[in-house]
């Protein structure tokens, strides 16, 4: 039967994919049958079933819906920079039809209507799955701990003050106890601000031959160290957000080792783009963490590839173009990443042979669901229909205009990355469909 990208039946068939599941491309190729948003078979072969509308994937990879552990989508508060629509849009562009989503708004996720809020707001946009995450404290002020009870039951997977790091160690470790008695975790965004300061970048050559303020990497790993002991004490499940440095990685490492729960996610810009690309003073080279040195980039990727991190997250922060035209030292933190984190997945991890394509993928859906125990990513009879189909070698290059996301604060602007996403499904349906996209039959 003819296929039509306008109007996808509620049955189909996807046919000559690479199939890839728990972390592993199959050799030969396969199919996956979708009835009624549902996987209704998957396996090796080109057989389609009789009279049903079949597209032919003409060898692209069939993975799992990718899911982000980290996005700021900005809402409410601060819908200049990104709304649930937009920030959703951007998900389907690169891939993702599940992502957790941070406290940081204008007001805050810290109560229940809050949480029910956005819930409502992703269904209404219904382009991907999204799994708010409350704040630990009212107002992300870190002054007392908000009622995590009332939002766990309307649908918070998490608790985290987000970009305000938990300075206060009694409340973190009584943040830890009660989210461990709920079944979620607590996700820490380590930094001493009593060591980092004013910093605007990575403490080292590059801030001293700059003249901007740095960040050491003691900031991160005195944080994380205090938090990985906390939660040695109370038995909770701590949830690193983003790891930056070697001596994080090497912490989690030995936390784990030692029986400690904790699960980790490192950005795709922490692992492929060091402190260097700072130089020309460029606002979209500022992070929090930032951007640091090779040996941290190499720990990072060592750590993706033996599990000590669990997921690739792409905290993604959208900002408006007139605020990342601000000076470097006067710029808001943050980059976005939705719309670019697989191409720099396979770029700079798959191509150099760091990892191979199947690790890459389950690093951005299988894991990272697994990670903080979400039902989605994923590729097997009976689970919903989300999936994507991915063109791993075609090159494209990154362009402002081109973002699906309000903004285009992207430290990739220009270059040129490897793999692209053809088209995302979400329950069966049609999110997205990019240049590489194959055409029915």
């Known amino acids: 039967m003819e296929w039509s990208w306008e109007?996808?039946?509620?049955?189909?068939?996807?046919?000559?994919?690479?199939?890839?599941?728990?972390?592993?491309?199959?050799?030969?190729?396969?199919?996956?049958?979708?009835?009624?948003?549902?996987?209704?078979?998957?396996?090796?072969?080109?057989?389609?079933?009789?009279?049903?509308?079949?597209?032919?994937?003409?060898?692209?990879?069939?993975?799992?819906?990718?899911?982000?552990?980290?996005?700021?989508?900005?809402?409410?508060?601060?819908?200049?920079?990104?709304?649930?629509?937009?920030?959703?849009?951007?998900?389907?562009?690169?891939?993702?039809?599940a992502v957790v989503t941070m406290p940081d708004t204008d007001p805050a996720i810290d109560n229940s209507g809050m949480v029910r809020y956005l819930i409502d707001r992703g269904r209404d946009a219904g382009l991907c799955r999204l799994f708010p995450t409350g704040a630990v404290s009212p107002g992300r002020r870190g002054e007392a701990m908000t009622e995590f009870g009332d939002m766990v039951a309307a649908g918070a997977v998490g608790f985290t003050d987000g970009s305000e790091p938990v300075a206060n160690g009694n409340l973190m470790g009584n943040a830890l106890k009660y989210a461990a008695m709920l079944g979620v975790p607590i996700i820490t965004y380590p930094e001493d601000r009593t060591i980092s300061g004013r910093g605007v970048m990575h403490g080292g050559y590059w801030a001293t031959r700059l003249g901007l303020a740095g960040i050491p990497r003691a900031a991160e790993d005195a944080a994380l160290f205090r938090d990985l002991e906390l939660a040695r004490a109370a038995k909770g499940h701590l949830h690193v957000a983003h790891v930056s440095t070697k001596g994080a990685v090497a912490l989690i490492r030995r936390a784990k080792s030692e029986g400690i729960r904790v699960t980790a996610a490192a950005?795709?810009?922490?692992?492929?783009?060091?402190?260097?690309?700072?130089?020309?003073?460029?606002?979209?080279?500022?992070?929090?963490?930032?951007?640091?040195?090779?040996?941290?980039?190499?720990?990072?990727?060592?750590?993706?590839?033996?599990?000590?991190?669990?997921?690739?997250?792409?905290?993604?922060?959208?900002?408006?173009?007139?605020?990342?035209?601000?000076?470097?030292?006067?710029?808001?933190?943050?980059?976005?990443?939705?719309?670019?984190?697989?191409?720099?997945?396979?770029?700079?991890?798959v191509n150099p042979g760091l990892l191979d394509l199947?690790?890459?993928?389950?690093?951005?859906?299988?894991?990272?669901?697994?990670?903080?125990?979400l039902p989605v990513g994923r590729l097997e009879e009976g689970a919903e229909a989300d999936f994507v189909l991915i063109d791993p070698e075609r090159r494209w290059t990154v362009q402002a205009g081109a973002f699906a996301?309000?903004?285009?604060?992207?430290?990739?602007?220009?270059?040129?990355?490897?793999?692209?996403?053809?088209?995302?499904f979400l329950r069966g349906r049609l999110t997205w469909r990019g240049a590489a996209a194959p055409g029915g039959n």
């Open 405 to 424: 996301s309000r903004s285009a604060n992207s430290p990739w602007l220009g270059e040129t990355l490897t793999g692209q996403v053809a088209a995302t």
């Open 7 to 97: 109007r996808i039946p509620a049955e189909f068939v996807v046919m000559n994919a690479r199939l890839c599941r728990e972390g592993a491309i199959g050799r030969r190729r396969g199919f996956v049958h979708v009835r009624k948003g549902r996987v209704e078979a998957i396996g090796v072969g080109s057989s389609s079933p009789e009279g049903i509308p079949a597209l032919d994937a003409d060898g692209l990879v069939c993975a799992p819906g990718l899911v982000d552990l980290a996005v700021h989508f900005r809402e409410p508060g601060f819908e200049e920079k990104e709304t649930v629509v937009t920030g959703s849009r951007a998900a389907a562009a690169g891939g993702f039809t």
């Open 267 to 349: 950005t795709p810009h922490h692992f492929s783009l060091d402190h260097a690309r700072c130089r020309d003073y460029s606002p979209l080279t500022k992070t929090n963490p930032p951007l640091r040195e090779a040996d941290d980039l190499n720990a990072i990727a060592e750590g993706l590839a033996d599990g000590t991190i669990d997921a690739i997250a792409t905290h993604h922060e959208p900002h408006t173009a007139t605020e990342k035209e601000y000076q470097f030292d006067q710029a808001p933190f943050g980059v976005i990443g939705l719309e670019t984190a697989l191409a720099v997945g396979i770029t700079y991890l």
């Open 358 to 373: 199947g690790q890459l993928i389950a690093c951005l859906s299988e894991r990272p669901a697994r990670a903080l125990n």
